[in-house]
């Protein structure tokens, strides 16, 4: 892994926007930044593997005010416009839960395929020109890049989650000037801030009129997967090609080596106890894991156990989907009529209960904001997230309990 150090100072004043988000280690290595000064500021690897931006060039006060308006560490505003508005999940039309009717691709995909299925069927509609998504980098196995999709084999060749830092932003400058259109899915801070450059930039939603996104538990650091692959007694040297989940559900983190031999381990062993502990500050801070700025949010429709992780045996995969706009359902409801997907209704009183990790995340967030706040961070800046009302669901003893931890690492230097 190559990590960029930087050891001189610029000879330009950096970024106030940057700067803040810097102080207080709230990137979300969306790559945003640089797309709205692509000459100017590059994502780079940085240590201990996150990407960050680099300044290369001063910026003007229109470029940094931008930055600010979009970064989605900096802050995000939510409006219900009419639809439900739930604590724990935010504005949302319909939930239901469903399957790729295409059996390999159900199995390739992390959970289900239904998020692979609304992007193939986007394509063979004509609805879209092409994708825009992550998939695994030709050069790092264990690392991400973003590539796009313009058939249904890609798309099914990209399936599967990836678990490793991405700035899918930072390159999307060369598709907005295009004369085509696009799907774009992201994490839910990526669309965050592809929504609020669209407030700004009118290219944005006619070249992109399609938003998708996940459940994001966080974004691990490059080293958490080469310690996957130290577990496994191997190195990135000596592997070809790493999948992080998928081959069934929940499947299994899988390296394939030079030598042609499998090495793998369980999806509980690899994001339960090795990934989870390389979590970026910013995610254990976020309001939104959720993805409410996307038309379409994808999730494991699983149950887990009183830890959150899901209970391990495994099946054929099931996606939740949270349908957040009218463009949304349609897109579900136009699946399912021509055939590529399966779905049911989902009922919301269930979904903390599948997804722990983030209902237990949002729960906790007002007392880690709190704790920020007293240690003199700078936080995120949330509108229309219910920050407050989540803490009530809580017991005052875990409210406390991560007031203290945020404090504890301020103090002990462990929120970077």
């Known amino acids: ?40 500021i590059e994502m780079v690897l940085s240590p201990p593997g996150y990407l960050r931006p680099h300044q290369i060039e001063p910026l003007d006060p229109q470029e940094d005010a931008r930055i600010a308006r979009i970064c989605p560490g900096l802050g995000q505003d939510v409006d219900p416009d009419g639809r439900i508005d739930d604590v724990l999940w935010g ?44 998939g695994a980098s030709p050069q790092v196995p264990v690392a991400n890049a973003t590539v796009l999709s313009q058939t249904a084999a890609e798309v099914h060749h990209a399936a599967g989650s990836r678990y490793a830092p991405s700035a899918p932003l930072a390159g999307l400058e060369p598709y907005l000037d295009s004369s085509r259109q696009f799907a774009f899915v992201g ?6 801030a592809l929504r609020a450059l669209a407030k700004e930039d009118p290219r944005v939603n006619t070249r992109i009129p399609v938003m998708l996104a996940f459940f994001c538990a966080g974004v691990p650091s490059q080293t958490g997967a080469e310690k996957i692959l130290e577990n ?17 559900w929940p499947g299994q983190a899988t390296a394939l080596l030079k030598d042609g031999s499998e090495r793998s381990m369980s999806y509980f062993d690899s994001w339960g106890g090795i990934l989870s502990k390389h979590v970026q ?14 038309d379409l949010v994808f999730a494991d429709a ?6 959150g992780y899901p209970l391990f ?48 995340r949002r729960r906790a967030l007002f ?23 989540p803490a009530w669901q809580s017991t005052l003893k875990s409210n406390l309990k991560n007031f203290l931890g945020i404090i504890r690492r301020g103090l002990t230097g462990r929120l970077g």
């Open 302 to 307: 699983w149950h887990c156990d009183d830890k």
């Open 367 to 389: 007392a880690r904001l709190a704790g920020l706040r007293l240690l003199g961070r700078p936080v995120p800046r949330y509108r229309g997230l219910q920050i407050s009302a």
């Open 1 to 40: 892994m190559t990590l960029f150090n930087p050891t001189t100072k610029p000879a330009f004043s950096p970024s106030p926007a940057l700067k803040r988000v810097a102080r207080g280690n709230l990137c979300a290595g969306c790559g945003g930044c640089a797309l709205v000064a692509p000459t100017k």
């Open 313 to 360: 045996e495994e099946r054929d995969g099931i996606s939740l989907i949270v349908a957040r706009t009218a463009n949304g359902t349609n897109m579900i409801s136009t699946a399912v009529r021509d055939g590529q997907l399966t779905v049911e209704p989902f009922d919301p009183s269930d979904l903390a209960a599948i997804q722990t990790g983030q209902s237990g």
């Open 232 to 248: 496994l007694g191997t190195d990135l040297a000596s592997t070809t090609s790493f999948r992080y989940r998928g081959q069934g």
């Open 281 to 294: 500050l910013r995610c254990k801070v976020c309001a939104d894991g959720t993805g409410t700025a996307a």
């Open 187 to 192: 994490k839910p801070c990526d669309v965050v």
């Open 91 to 134: 504005p949302y039309i319909s939930m239901h839960t469903g399957f790729s009717t295409d059996p390999a691709l159900r199995h390739q995909a992390s959970s289900g395929g239904a998020l692979s299925g609304v992007l193939t069927h986007l394509l063979e509609s004509g609805k879209i020109d092409g994708v825009i998504q992550t």
